[in-house]
C-alpha cells in the first residue's frame, strides 16, 4: 500500500539520514525499530510530506506523495517524536481547531469527534486546562488525539508511547489495535515488545539502511537454535565477551544475563526461548562486526 | 476552512498579553495628544485638539511606531509554529498553503487593525477630559476620526503587516524580525530626514514615502487653520497615488513571501549535495575517547568554583546571543 523505493536523505550539515532506504508497507501496523539516530524519525517526517527526500519516489496506493502532498495530508495522522504546543490555548480549543484543519467541516461531527478522543486519551478531565501546562506524558496523549483525529487512512506515530506511564501505554496500545485494519499505521518504538505485540510486520534501521525487514513471528523463528544464554558474574563479562559473539547482556538480581549468538550450543549456556529482543540485538551486532 | 484559520489566530492573539499592552500603551499615546496641551504634532496654536488634520498626523505617526507592535502579532503568527514546535503537527494536516499562509496573515492584521483603534479612540477620550480648555476643542465628529483610519492607517498596518510577515517568513525567527523592523525604521528615518527638507524630492516623497506624510503635507500645503479643523483629508490627487502605491507595494510584498514559503522542508540543492560530499572525503579518522572513567578527580564548591562558573555561563550566554539564530 505504502511503496518506498530508494529513499535516501542527507541534511544540510551533511548527515545522511537515510540511506537508499526501500520499504513495502501493506495495510495494518508496521513497526520500526532501531538505535538511536537510526534514522527512523527522518524516514517518518519524508512520509508525512514534512520534507522533501534528497533522492527516491514514495508512493501511497496511487498517489505519488512526493508530487502531491497535499492530497496525502488529507489523509494522514501524524504524531511527531517530540513537539511543543502553543501557550494559553485549551485541549479542547486546540483539538477542534486541528479538527478544522483536519476537514472536519461540520460543527456537530467535530463536538462529537474531539469529545470522543478526548474520552479515549483519558483527556476529558483536563480538556478546560492550557495544553502548555500539561505534564509529558498527559501532552503526548494530547498529540496521539490529533494523530487519531478524521478517519485517517495513515497513520505514522513516532515513539507514541514515550512518556506514558504503564496504564496509558496499555490504553494507547489498545487504542491502535482497535482501528480498522484499512489503515496503514507506522509505529516506532524502543519498546521491542509491543512491536512483537502489535506488528504483523516490521523493519529493523540502523545507520540509515534497513538492516531487517519481516513478520516478527518468522524472524523470531529464524533464530531458533542460534542464540544460548548464560548467568554469570559481573567480572567474568569482558572474558566472555571475547571467546563469544556477545548480543546483549542484561542485569537480573545482581547478576549479568548474557545471550550469546552461536550455531551450536557451548558448553555452559542453556536453551533460551527466543524473542523478537535478540532478533534485533543479532542485527545489530552483525552490523557492528561487519563494521 | 481560511475564515477558521484566521478566527483562531485572532482569538489567539486576544489572549497575548503583548495585545492588551500596547492596547494600552496606544490608547495613552493618543490620549496625551488630545489631552495635554503641552503635546501636539506640527499643528499650529488655532489648530483644535480634535481637528481632523490633527487627528489624522497623529493616526500617521503613531503608526510608525506600530511597526515594533505587529512584529509580535504578524511575525508571531508565522514564526509560532517554529518555535513552540507544533509546526510538524500543524504542517502535516491538509490545512494547504494558501489556507495556512493567508489565514495566519488575516488573523494577524487583524489583531494588528483592531489594536491600532486604540490611538482614535484615546485622542477621543483625551479631548473629552474636564481640564481641556473648550476653547481648544472643536465639535466631536466620529467621522474625523474615521477617516484618517481608513485612509491613513488601514494601508500603513497594511503594508507594516506584510513587510514583517515577509521578513518571519524568511527568516523564521522573532529575533532577526525585531531587527529588520529596526533596520528599517532607521533607514525610513534617515532617508526621510535627508530628502524630506529638499524641495526637489518633495513629490518624489508625497509620492512614494510608505507612511503617507509626504502627501499628507502637499495635499494640505495650502490649509488654513479653518481648513484644518473642518476638512476630511481629501483621497485624491498625491494622497490617492500614494495610497494605492502602499497597498500594492503590500500585495507585492505578500506574493513574494507567499512564493517564498514552503510546507515542507525541502532537500538540500544538488550544488550543496556535492560541496558536502568533497567536505566529507577530507575527514581524518577521529580520535577515541577514554574507555574507563577514573575518579580520581576531585570537586569542590568555593569561590574560586563560583568563578568559574559564573564564567563558564558568561561564555555560553554570548556564544547563544552571537551564533546565528535560526
Ligand atoms: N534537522 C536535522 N539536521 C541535521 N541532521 C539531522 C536532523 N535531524 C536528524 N538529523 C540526523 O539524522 C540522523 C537520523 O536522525 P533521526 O532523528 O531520524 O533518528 P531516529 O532513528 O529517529 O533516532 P531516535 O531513536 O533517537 O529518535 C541522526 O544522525 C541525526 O543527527
Ligand atoms: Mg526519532
Not at chain 1, 48 to 75: H, M, N, S, V, W
Not at chain 2, 274 to 303: C, H, I, W, Y
Amino acid at each position: 500500500m505504502l511503496e518506498i523505493v530508494g529513499v535516501s536523505h542527507t541534511y544540510a550539515n551533511g548527515t545522511r539520514a537515510l540511506d537508499n532506504v526501500s520499504l513495502s508497507i501493506p495495510r495494518g501496523m508496521y513497526g520500526l525499530l532501531g538505535p538511536n539516530g537510526a534514522g527512523k524519525s527522518t524516514l517518518m517526517r519524508t512520509i508525512a510530506t514534512l520534507q522533501t527526500p534528497t533522492e527516491g519516489a514514495i508512493t501511497f496506493g496511487d498517489l505519488d506523495i512526493l508530487a502531491q502532498p497535499e492530497e496525502l495530508r488529507k489523509k494522514l495522522g501524524y504524531l511527531p517524536q517530540d513537539f511543543g504546543v502553543y501557550p494559553r490555548v485549551t485541549a479542547y480549543d486546540m483539538l477542534e481547531h486541528m479538527a478544522v484543519l483536519k476537514g472536519v467541516a461540520d460543527k456537530g461531527d467535530r463536538k462529537a469527534v474531539v469529545e470522543s478522543l478526548l474520552n479515549q486519551t483519558n483527556l476529558w478531565n483536563h480538556r478546560g486546562h492550557f495544553i502548555a501546562g500539561f505534564s509529558g506524558g498527559m501532552r503526548q496523549r494530547f498529540g496521539i488525539a490529533q494523530a487519531l483525529l478524521g478517519n485517517p487512512e495513515l497513520i505514522i506515530v513516532d515513539e507514541p508511547t514515550a512518556g506514558l506511564d504503564p496504564e496509558e501505554r496499555n490504553r494507547f496500545l489498545n487504542l491502535l489495535a482497535g482501528i480498522s485494519d484499512n489503515v496503514v499505521i507506522i509505529l516506532s518504538t524502543h519498546i521491542v515488545d509491543d512491536v512483537a505485540d502489535l506488528c504483523p510486520r516490521m523493519a529493523v534501521l540502523a545507520g540509515g539502511k534497513v538492516q531487517l525487514e519481516g513478520a516478527p513471528l518468522d524472524l523470531i523463528a529464524q533464530t531458533k537454535g542460534r542464540i544460548w544464554k548464560k548467568t554469570i558474574g559481573r567480572e567474568e563479562l569482558d572474558a566472555h565477551k571475547e571467546r563469544y559473539q556477545v548480543i546483549s547482556t542484561r542485569l537480573f538480581a545482581g547478576r549479568t544475563i548474557i545471550h550469546i549468538l552461536a550455531d551450536s550450543r557451548p558448553a555452559g549456556f542453556d536453551d533460551v526461548e527466543a524473542g523478537l529482543e535478540d532478533v534485533y540485538f543479532t542485527t545489530l551486532a552483525d552490523l557492528r562486526r561487519v563494521a | 476552512m481560511l475564515f477558521n484559520v484566521a478566527r483562531f489566530e485572532l482569538r489567539y492573539q486576544l489572549r497575548n498579553p503583548v495585545f492588551w499592552v500596547s492596547l494600552f500603551l496606544f490608547f495613552l499615546l493618543g490620549f496625551g495628544v488630545t489631552a495635554s496641551e503641552n503635546v501636539s504634532i506640527g499643528t499650529p496654536g488655532t489648530v483644535h485638539e480634535n481637528a481632523p488634520f490633527a487627528i489624522a498626523a497623529m493616526t500617521g505617526a503613531a503608526s510608525i511606531f506600530y511597526l515594533f507592535v505587529i512584529t509580535s502579532f504578524v511575525a508571531n503568527a508565522i514564526v509560532r509554529d517554529d518555535t513552540t514546535g507544533f509546526g510538524p503537527i500543524v504542517k502535516a494536516t491538509a490545512i494547504g498553503k494558501r489556507n495556512y499562509v493567508s489565514g495566519r496573515f488575516l488573523g494577524g492584521l487583524a489583531v494588528a487593525l483592531l489594536g491600532y483603534l486604540a490611538v482614535p479612540f484615546g485622542m477621543l477620550c483625551g479631548s473629552m477630559m474636564p481640564w481641556v480648555d473648550p476653547e481648544t476643542v472643536g465639535p466631536q465628529n466620529p467621522v474625523y476620526y474615521l477617516w484618517p483610519y481608513l485612509v491613513i492607517a488601514i494601508p500603513n498596518i497594511l503594508l507594516s503587516s506584510s513587510l514583517l510577515f515577509g521578513l518571519a517568513t524568511i527568516t523564521r525567527s522573532m529575533l532577526w524580525s525585531y531587527i529588520g523592523v529596526v533596520i528599517l525604521v532607521m533607514g525610513y528615518l534617515i532617508v526621510s530626514t535627508i530628502f524630506g527638507s529638499q524641495i526637489e524630492y518633495r513629490q518624489l516623497m508625497a509620492q512614494y514615502e510608505p507612511f503617507g506624510f509626504g502627501a499628507i503635507s502637499e495635499a494640505t500645503r495650502y490649509w488654513t487653520a479653518a481648513d484644518m479643523n473642518s476638512t476630511l483629508l481629501p483621497l485624491e490627487g498625491v494622497l490617492l497615488f500614494n495610497r494605492i502605491f502602499v497597498i500594492a507595494l503590500a500585495a507585492i510584498l505578500l506574493a513574494l513571501t507567499y512564493w517564498r514559503f514552503s510546507m515542507a522542508e525541502r532537500a538540500p540543492s544538488k550544488r550543496r549535495l556535492k560541496k558536502l560530499a568533497l567536505m566529507q572525503n577530507g575527514d581524518a579518522s577521529e580520535p577515541t575517547p577514554q574507555a574507563v572513567v577514573s575518579s580520581a578527580f576531585s570537586q569542590r564548591f568555593d569561590s574560586s568554583t563560583t568563578r568559574a562558573q559564573f564564567m563558564i555561563r558568561l561564555k555560553t550566554e554570548i556564544m547563544q546571543v552571537c551564533a546565528v539564530p535560526g
